[in-house]
């Protein structure tokens, strides 16, 4: 199961952390990551990172604005998103996976709004 929490609305410019607790089979993937899907249009991959190396990978678009990373001893996933553009707004999904890039599990998602 994976629960994502730390949406909202927040101006642009602004800044927001997303949190993704992951519990139950989700424990042994091997990459955890974020997609978002804004109104009308196709859900899209936003990051991924590697559970036991701590890699990270980004969407072009996103690159130096966001910031994937795993709290281990909590289960926890997190993306740190700054200085938001009112395009960044969507629903926000955590996924994981085993192997890296088969996306097994999804969460229910969280909305962000940038205005």
């Known amino acids: 199961q994976l629960v994502e929490s730390g949406g909202g609305s927040v101006r642009a410019g602004g800044s927001l952390t997303l949190s993704c607790a992951a519990s139950?089979?989700?424990?042994?993937?091997?990459?955890m990551g974020w997609f978002r899907q804004a109104p009308g249009k196709e859900r899209e991959w936003v990051a991924t990172?590697?559970?036991?190396?701590?890699?990270?990978y980004y969407a072009d678009s996103e690159k130096g604005r966001f910031t994937i990373s795993q709290d281990n001893a909590k289960n926890t996933v997190y993306l740190q998103m700054n200085s938001l553009k009112p395009e960044d707004t969507a629903m926000y999904y955590c996924?994981?996976?085993?192997?890296?890039?088969?996306?097994?599990?999804w969460g229910r998602g969280t909305q962000v709004t940038v205005s």
């Open positions: 990172i590697a559970r036991m190396s701590g890699k990270t």
């Open positions: 996924a994981a996976g085993r192997p890296c890039g088969n996306w097994n599990y």
């Open positions: 139950g089979d989700t424990y042994s993937v091997s990459c």
